[in-house]
């Protein structure tokens, strides 16, 4: 056991440098395939949990089992096709003419790998049924050897389906090796020689891939960040369940190491369950978004944290004293709960990463449990691309991990006026006719589109605008910020489902040398993205954090319906520019006037 956690730890640690590795080259642009790639490479945490449904190791473990391979399979089949769709969606301006063959020959191939891969395994499959009987192969040792193999190739197809996501020519590609991984790791598990009965693995897996498709095929992109958290918390349900399953079976009588993993499993993932469920909620506004706080809120999270990890501790020592275990497994999924609700609604994009990356632990350690090394090397994956995107989300917003996890962020203070508020002045409006004139006579335009673009719907019309423009002449440019939005990405894909070639789309570094050189900024519902105070005010919250430098170019039209603050709640000295003209009303709206304008 000790050598099998030391070559544990090891595949953990190392694919989590790799991970790094590999998942610190995607681009902005992907980052938001990026997070639901992830999320649906974590579903291997599938393949431990139909050994469980399916080992016939008592009704309470097959129930887990069932329920963790419905939750599992949710998120497997779910998450590949929304990334799949994502992915779709990004081309290039050539692109739009001969798109698809390339990926038709890597389609073919893999049917044909398909192909010999079931082959192989129905022969292995017949040797164990008929060629055990008739004194041929050994039936339990071909199986487990064979499906070592199948688990690293997996592995090595995860990690270039990640590879593929640094470009956007081969991410769709790379996604289809990854799921052809996935394919090959389910369907040599269902091998598996403790299996003994398939009845709840089918209804499991008919449900999951009922629930993932219905996810994946019609949840709208501008809804991808709650979909995100309800998978999270999906997985981590599996995880648990799993943990307690494995706990119920060996009846408290388990080694420090197994105890260990089994509690680490529960723990992380009972608070990512209930912590995830929190953030879809809040995301989908079926809870309020603004954090919820209390006197000694922190203080009491420290200590019912603490106490978890208190019992944790004493349960490794003394893995016999089940209530024990289950109060420390109450205690967790409590602690999720108290943990989301000081932050938040805006938060959440953060928060979400920092829950994917607990997930990825959790999976990781349900691979540690039942000693399945790829689940060690997908959950270290996960966890190591969760960790990453917070860490890039926080830098690009100029925050600390700990300022969102625990400053209650907009939160709305009595009285508050936002310290821009004295930069008032007078503020100057336009019509969309007017706006129309003023953009017959621009030669260069840049887009700078926002959170409020995905509230209104209103990427289409951008995209159709910026084509008119185009094709009049104009010079026209996206400015996309790292944290325009709710997501990291988020504008990249509402853009590309808008059909907008990913090659227009100018980062924040590349555009802002231009800003000085054109004709109209035109903003699309982005607020604090825009801001000039975050260059010099110590006292704003958006101090230190870069913008796009909209104020430079020659005229600035904002469409927004009002002067009211965005994310951070403060006043944008942008709007009193003189160079700057509001267009009031919901952008979607706007945008439609403006196209009638322009054609008439
Ligand atoms: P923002 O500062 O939140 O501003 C969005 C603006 O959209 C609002 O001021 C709102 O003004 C407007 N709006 C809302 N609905 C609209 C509609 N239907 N039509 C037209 N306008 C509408 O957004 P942002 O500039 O994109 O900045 C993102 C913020 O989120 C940053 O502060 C960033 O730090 C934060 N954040 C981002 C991420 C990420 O990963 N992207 C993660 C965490 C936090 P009205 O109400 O007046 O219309």
Not at 102 to 120: E, K, S
């Amino acid at each position: 056991m000790t050598s099998e956690l030391e070559i544990g730890l090891y595949i953990f640690i190392l694919a989590g440098f790799l991970g790094y590795h590999v998942i610190s080259r995607v681009p902005p642009l992907l980052h938001t395939p990026l997070m639901s790639a992830t999320n649906a490479m974590s579903g291997i945490s599938l393949i431990g949990s139909l050994v469980v449904a399916g080992a016939g190791h008592g009704p309470l473990s097959t129930a887990f089992g069932f329920i963790a391979v419905s939750c599992s399979a949710t998120n497997v089949v779910g998450g590949f096709l929304i990334t799949d769709r994502m992915l779709k969606m990004f081309k290039k301006q050539e692109d739009h003419t001969a798109p698809r063959r390339r990926i038709r020959f890597t389609q073919a191939a893999l049917v044909a790998v398909a192909v010999l891969v079931a082959g192989y395994l129905a022969h292995v499959y017949w040797y164990r049924e008929v060629g055990r009987g008739a004194g041929g192969y050994a039936g339990s040792v071909l199986p487990s050897t064979v499906l070592s193999f199948f688990y690293i190739l997996s592995a090595v197809l995860f990690i270039l389906g990640l590879k593929g996501l640094s470009s956007p020519k081969y991410a769709r590609r790379g996604m289809f090796l990854a799921e052809f991984g996935m394919v090959m790791a389910v369907v040599g598990t269902l091998f598996h020689q403790d299996i003994v009965t398939y009845t709840w693995i089918a209804v499991g897996l008919i449900i999951g891939t009922i629930l993932g498709g219905s996810m994946g095929w019609w949840v709208p992109m501008t809804a991808v960040p709650q979909r995100t958290a309800l998978s999270h918390s999906l997985g981590a349900l599996a995880a648990t369940l799993i943990g307690i399953s494995e706990y119920i079976r060996h009846h408290g009588e388990l080694g420090r190491v197994l105890m260990t993993a089994i509690g680490f499993e529960v723990v992380i993932g009972g608070l990512t369950f209930t912590g995830s469920l929190m953030a879809a909620a809040k995301l989908q506004e079926l809870l309020r978004g603004a954090p919820i706080t209390y006197k000694g809120q922190n203080i009491s999270n420290i200590a019912i944290l603490a106490g978890t990890m208190g019992l944790l501790i004493y349960l490794v020592f003394v893995p016999s004293a089940s209530v024990l275990f289950y109060v420390m497994v109450g205690l967790a999924l409590l602690f999720g709960f108290l943990l989301v609700i000081p932050i938040g609604a805006a938060d959440m994009p953060v928060v979400i990463s920092l829950l994917n990356s607990y997930a990825g632990l959790a999976d990781a350690a349900m691979g540690f449990v039942l000693m399945n090394k790829i689940q060690i090397i997908t959950g270290s994956l996960d966890g190591t691309s969760g960790f990453l995107l917070s860490l890039l989300m926080c830098r690009a917003m100029n925050r600390s991990a700990m300022n969102v996890l625990f400053g209650a962020f907009g939160k709305i203070e009595t009285g508050q006026t936002g310290p821009a508020a004295g930069a008032k002045g007078t503020v100057r409006t336009i019509v969309p006719e007017e706006m129309a004139v003023l953009l017959d006579g621009a030669r260069s335009v840049i887009i700078v589109p926002g959170y409020g673009m995905a509230v209104a719907h209103a990427q289409h019309g951008v995209g159709e605008l910026a084509n008119l423009l185009m094709k009049r002449g104009i010079d026209v440019k996206y400015a996309i910020h790292p944290v325009a939005g709710r997501m990291p990405g988020h504008m990249n894909v509402l853009l590309a489902e808008a059909n907008v070639p990913y090659d227009q789309l100018c980062d924040m570094d590349q555009i802002n040398p231009y800003f000085g050189e054109a004709d109209l900024a035109l903003v699309v519902g982005a607020n604090d993205v825009t801001n000039p105070a975050a260059k010099y005010d110590k006292s704003s919250p958006l101090y230190g954090m870069p913008i796009l430098e909209v104020e430079r170019a020659k005229s600035i039209i904002v469409l927004k319906r009002s002067l009211r603050p965005g994310f951070a709640g403060v006043d944008n000295e942008l709007y009193y520019n003189p160079k700057c003209m509001m267009l009031f009303g919901d952008a979607k709206d706007s945008l439609s006037k403006l196209f009638a304008a322009l054609k008439s």
